[in-house]
Protein backbone atom coordinates (compact mmCIF):
# COMPACT_ATOMS: atom_id res chain seq x y z
CA UNK A 1 0.00 0.00 0.00
CA UNK A 2 1.08 3.51 -0.58
CA UNK A 3 1.06 5.95 1.95
CA UNK A 4 1.59 8.85 -0.34
CA UNK A 5 -1.74 11.06 -0.93
CA UNK A 6 -2.68 11.72 -4.27
CA UNK A 7 -4.21 15.01 -4.90
CA UNK A 8 -6.69 16.49 -7.41
CA UNK A 9 -5.57 19.41 -9.56
CA UNK A 10 -7.60 22.38 -9.21
CA UNK A 11 -8.68 24.00 -12.62
CA UNK A 12 -7.72 27.60 -13.36
CA UNK A 13 -10.89 29.78 -13.44
CA UNK A 14 -11.23 33.57 -12.17
CA UNK A 15 -12.32 32.93 -9.04
CA UNK A 16 -9.24 31.21 -7.70
CA UNK A 17 -6.44 32.65 -10.01
CA UNK A 18 -5.44 36.53 -9.51
CA UNK A 19 -6.87 39.23 -11.67
CA UNK A 20 -4.52 42.40 -12.40
CA UNK A 21 -6.40 45.78 -13.47
CA UNK A 22 -4.67 48.84 -15.15
CA UNK A 23 -6.81 51.68 -15.00
CA UNK A 24 -6.87 55.02 -17.10
CA UNK A 25 -6.85 58.21 -15.74
CA UNK A 26 -10.75 59.57 -14.49
CA UNK A 27 -12.07 61.80 -17.19
CA UNK A 28 -14.89 64.53 -15.81
CA UNK A 29 -17.70 64.25 -18.00
CA UNK A 30 -21.13 66.21 -17.19
CA UNK A 31 -24.40 65.31 -16.51
CA UNK A 32 -26.03 65.08 -19.51
CA UNK A 33 -22.87 62.88 -20.40
CA UNK A 34 -23.57 60.51 -17.74
CA UNK A 35 -27.44 60.31 -18.31
CA UNK A 36 -26.33 59.09 -22.42
CA UNK A 37 -23.86 56.95 -21.23
CA UNK A 38 -26.01 55.60 -18.37
CA UNK A 39 -29.30 55.24 -20.76
CA UNK A 40 -27.25 53.63 -23.27
CA UNK A 41 -26.13 50.77 -21.21
CA UNK A 42 -29.38 49.93 -19.57
CA UNK A 43 -31.14 49.88 -22.77
CA UNK A 44 -28.53 47.66 -24.45
CA UNK A 45 -28.73 45.40 -21.10
CA UNK A 46 -32.37 45.22 -21.69
CA UNK A 47 -32.41 44.18 -25.17
CA UNK A 48 -29.87 41.78 -24.55
CA UNK A 49 -32.08 40.31 -21.70
CA UNK A 50 -35.39 40.55 -23.89
CA UNK A 51 -33.22 38.30 -26.12
CA UNK A 52 -32.16 35.82 -23.77
CA UNK A 53 -35.32 35.27 -22.34
CA UNK A 54 -36.96 35.07 -26.09
CA UNK A 55 -34.26 32.35 -26.69
CA UNK A 56 -35.26 30.54 -23.60
CA UNK A 57 -38.64 30.92 -24.65
CA UNK A 58 -38.36 29.62 -28.17
CA UNK A 59 -36.40 26.23 -26.56
CA UNK A 60 -39.31 25.41 -24.40
CA UNK A 61 -42.06 25.96 -26.99
CA UNK A 62 -39.74 23.57 -29.59
CA UNK A 63 -38.76 25.93 -31.85
Excluded at 1 to 12: A, C, P, Y
Excluded at 15 to 22: E, G, L
Excluded at 39 to 62: K, P
Amino acid sequence: MSTQQKFKRISKTPVNTPVQVHTGKAIPVSKEEAESILTTFIESEEDRSANVSLNIGNNINGS
